[in-house]
């Protein structure tokens, strides 16, 4: 098989949760671009809709939108039934849906916290499982988890102890996973975003404010763009990163390098 051809997706069959926008939305639509058909599971079931049939008109590939809250076991395995019913198959996972909350450690509320941890670190959890369950029927699959540049620095200066503690924890589940399912067919990664301008950055009230001080922090002068993560989801999506798991992909601009 030629290199090109290690990256093509034609007839895999793909989710991506927080689909519906941004970072997800971006990789969901290259993960279409490369050829798969591909689910958009979010919370939002209207935002889903249309990023999934826009996805369908720009690419020909076969989409769904499913409304799933990834904190609810229910919903989760729900989610994966609806996807296996529609599709056949899950080949690729991509489990991305976060949220943060910037209060300081100290007025830090326990729901506070526990909300951050419950979408980032548990949803993956249980998303990982349910898919997991299915990939090891079927011998094969791969799981790709959206962590943060937060899981090896601490973001700075906005408070997000919770956001942080989180996301390095999707980092350690996620090699766990690897390893445990590493004779199984089933390859576990992480991405590690730094500042990419998407709703949760460019329309937060709190963090808004602070995308010039980011910009004048980083090495290459400004925050990413969703898109410019396409090209490492698509590697670890497919045959092109057979022997690739267990393994966290920085992609931050040498943030994280200063
Ligand atoms: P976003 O807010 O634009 O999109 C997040 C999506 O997740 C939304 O569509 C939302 O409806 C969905 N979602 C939220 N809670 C959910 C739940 N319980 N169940 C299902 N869906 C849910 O955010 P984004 O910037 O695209 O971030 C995507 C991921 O990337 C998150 O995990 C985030 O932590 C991570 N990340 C973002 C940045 C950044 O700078 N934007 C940097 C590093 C990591």
């Not at 019913?85 to 007025?107: K, S």
């Not at 949760?200 to 090495?219: F, Q, R, Y």
Request: aromatic residues 6%; hydrophobic residues 45%; negative net charge.
């Amino acid at each position: 098989m030629s290199i090109i051809d290690k990256f093509k997706l034609t007839g895999k069959k793909a989710y991506v949760t927080g689909g519906a926008r941004g970072i997800g939305k971006s990789i969901a639509t290259a993960l279409a671009e490369a050829g798969a058909d591909v689910a958009i599971v979010d919370l939002d079931l209207n935002e889903a809709k249309q990023a999934a049939s826009s996805i369908k008109k720009a690419t020909g590939v076969h989409t769904i939108a499913v409304e799933t809250d990834v904190t609810k076991a229910d919903d989760v395995n729900q989610m994966i039934d609806t996807i296996v019913e529609q599709f056949g198959t899950i080949d690729i996972a991509f489990n991305n849906a976060g949220i943060c909350i910037n209060v300081p450690a100290e007025d830090m509320t326990l729901e506070q916290w526990q909300k951050v941890i419950d979408i980032n670190l548990t949803g993956v959890f249980l998303t990982s499982q349910a898919v997991g369950k299915v990939m090891l029927k079927q011998g094969s699959g791969s799981i790709i988890n959206t962590a943060s540049m937060s899981a090896h620095i601490v973001n700075f200066p906005q408070p997000q102890v919770s956001y942080n503690a989180s996301k390095a924890g999707v980092i350690q589940l996620s090699k766990s996973l690897a390893i445990e399912w590493a004779k199984k067919g089933i390859r576990v990664n992480t991405i590690s975003p730094g500042y990419i301008g998407t709703e949760l950055t460019l329309n937060s009230p709190d963090l808004k404010p602070l995308i010039k001080e980011w910009e004048s922090m980083s090495p290459l002068g400004r925050i990413g763009k969703p898109e410019e993560l396409q090209a490492i989801a698509v590697y670890l999506a497919g045959d092109a990163s057979s022997f690739t798991t267990g393994s966290d992909f920085v992609v931050d601009g040498a943030f994280t390098g200063i």
